[in-house]
Each structure stands twice: as C-alpha cells, then as structure tokens.
C-alpha cells in the first residue's frame, strides 16, 4: 500500500477514534489533530491545516486543567510541588504513554518518509498528537468534555506513578510541610540489624511528634526514602489532623 493510500485508510478509520473518544459532531477537527506538518511535504493545499494551531491550543488547555486539579487536590502543597508535578504530568513521556493507551499511531496522518521511519511511533510526534486532539475536543465539544476526559486520566494514581518515576519521597514530604505550621521532620533511626556487610536500617518519620511511618533498608537512605514514600501515599489520613492544629 502506498503513502496516500495509507493515509486514506488512517483517514477512513477515524470513526474508531471518534468512538474511543466519545466524540460528538463533525470528524474534520480530529482529522486535522491528527495531520502532521509532513502530510503536505512543503506543498500545503490553501484551506488544509496542519495539526500544529491545535496542538498549541491542547496544550493551555491541558496545563490549566492540570494545574487546577493539582490546585485543589493538594491544600498544602506549595508552588514549588504543584509546579514540578504538573510538569511530570505534562511532559512528553506522560503524554506519549496517554497517546498510545488510544492507539493515536495508528491515526497520525503523515508524509511518506516519516511513516517509512516509524516517527508515528516517537514520542514527540505522540504527544504533540494528543495535545492536539485535546485542542479539537475543545473546539468540537466545548470545556466540560474536555475537563471530563482528562480527568478520567489524570487520577490520583497516575500522580502517584509520576511521583514514583521522577520524584524524590523525602523531598515532598518536605515540600508538603512547608505551609504547615509545623515544617520539621524527622527520620530516628529505630533498628539496624544483622552483619556489618549486609545491616538492614529500620527508620519512623516523625511529624510533630506522631510516627507517621516506618520503613525499613540496606540504607538509612533507602529506608527513609521507603518511610517517606508510605507517608506520601497515606498523606490524606494525616494531613487535615496537621492542618487544623495551625
């Protein structure tokens, strides 16, 4: 099958994305999310466009939702958290995972040399694709649908998984505390048992005198990072008691 075949094929094949997305109304502007600047290979027809308007409309959309929900979803955090978290949520890694959970690859209208290369599959070209299908939906379908679909996506699990991938434990923990009246904490060393060559360290995270977890490691390191990550996970059960002692 040659490029313009494929492509048409891609094109006809729409309606299975539109179902995924639960799209409403007229194909033309997820056509368009979908068409990357090398479909015209330098010989772009009057009228047709490019996805790259719709990706840069995606992407205010995205960072203002995403930075709301952060907003709300975490009263103590400070600017510093909200900010990297919302820029691991956002990046390019988080976004091209997002893509491919809705097969975007297989939609992404391009010129022949790049789909000869694969570049359907990078995840630049991912992530630019779902930034502008989110520009789409916005035009297509309005904000609501929009605020419904990425928040089926951005959970707070998913904000977990980016903590887990480019955070550090201890570091949030901190970040956390500093609007809290409050700001110290601590890691006692509890334990540490067997041989000097192999020893395993037993931590608590104290908080305003409550253990909020214990955590054990070959090293204190790792044990406080361990003892920092439960506490993160659990912060909900202790936070609001934090809050209302300010």
């Known amino acids: 099958m040659d490029t313009v075949e494929f492509n048409k094929s891609r094109v006809a094949r729409l309606g299975e994305l539109g179902d995924k997305l639960h799209w409403q109304g007229d194909l033309g502007l997820l056509r ?3 068409t990357h600047p090398t479909y015209y290979e330098g010989q772009k027809p009057e009228g047709e466009q490019d996805n790259q308007r719709l990706e840069f409309l995606g992407d205010s959309i995205l960072g203002f939702i995403v930075a709301r929900e952060l907003f709300k979803r975490n009263p103590a955090a400070d600017e510093g958290y909200l900010s ?5 949520l956002v990046c ?3 976004l091209a995972d997002l893509a491919r959970e809705l097969s975007l ?17 990078r995840n630049s070209i991912l992530a630019d694709a779902f930034e502008a299908v989110i520009g789409a939906m916005y035009l297509a379908q309005g904000l609501p649908k929009v605020e419904e679909f990425l928040l089926a996506r951005f959970t707070p699990e998913l904000e977990t998984k980016i903590a887990d991938r480019y955070e550090d434990y201890k570091g949030m923990i901190q970040m956390l505390v500093q609007t809290l009246e409050e700001r110290h904490v601590s890691y006692p060393l509890l334990a540490a048992e067997g041989p000097s060559h ?18 054990s490691g070959l090293s204190k390191k790792e044990a406080e990072q361990k003892a920092a990550r439960i506490a993160w996970k659990q912060r ?3 936070l609001p008691k934090n809050e209302t002692g300010k």
């Open 32 to 34: 368009q999310a979908l």
């Open 84 to 88: 990297k978290t919302r820029a691991a």
């Open 92 to 94: 390019e890694g988080s």
């Open 105 to 121: 690859s297989d939609y992404i209208i391009m010129g022949k040399g790049s789909l000869k290369n694969g570049e359907q599959n």
């Open 198 to 215: 192999q020893r395993t360290f037993t931590v608590g995270l104290v908080y305003r005198g409550q253990t909020l977890a214990t955590a």
């Open 236 to 238: 909900e059960n202790w």
